[in-house]
C-alpha cells in the first residue's frame, strides 16, 4: 500500500493522503499537537452529525426504515485482547526498568567517565550558548 502510494499509481489517494499530511503538518506549525488533534476530532464529530441528520431527513422524507447509517461499525467489536495489552505491558516495562537503571548508573556516578561525558555534553552545550549569545568586549577596553 505504501508504494502505491509513492509511485502515485492511484492519483486520487494518493493526493489525498499527501494533502491530508501536508494539511496536518502546516497546521503543527501554527498550533500544538493537542490543539491540532481536538480540531481533527471536532471537525470529524461534526461531519459524523451532519451525516447522520442527513440520513435520519432523507428517511423521512422518502419514508423508508433503513435504520442507523453507522449500524455496521456501531455492530462491530472494539475490545482489545488481553494478551496483547500484557505483551505490550511488558515490552513497556522492559524499556522504563532498563532506562531506570542507565539514569541510576550515571547519576549515582556508578562510573566516573560515563558520568563525566553527561556532565561534558550538558556543559558544552550551555558553554556554546554562552559564546553565542554574550556579547565581546569592546575594543580598547
Known sequence: VVVDL???RDIKKT????GASLFLLLSLTVCSIVSVFSYLALALLSLSITFRIYKGILQAVQKSDEGHPFK??????VA????VVHKYSDVTLGHINCALKELRHLFLVEDLVDSLKVNEHRVGGVGWVTVVTIPGTPPGA
Not at 15 to 18: I, L
Not at 72 to 77: C, Q
Request: hydrophobic share 45%; charged share 25%; aromatic share 24%.
Open 80 to 83: 482489545v485482547c488481553e494478551e
Open 72 to 77: 455496521a461499525y456501531l455492530d462491530s467489536d
Open 15 to 18: 493526493g489525498v493522503v499527501f
Open 6 to 8: 509513492l509511485y502515485w
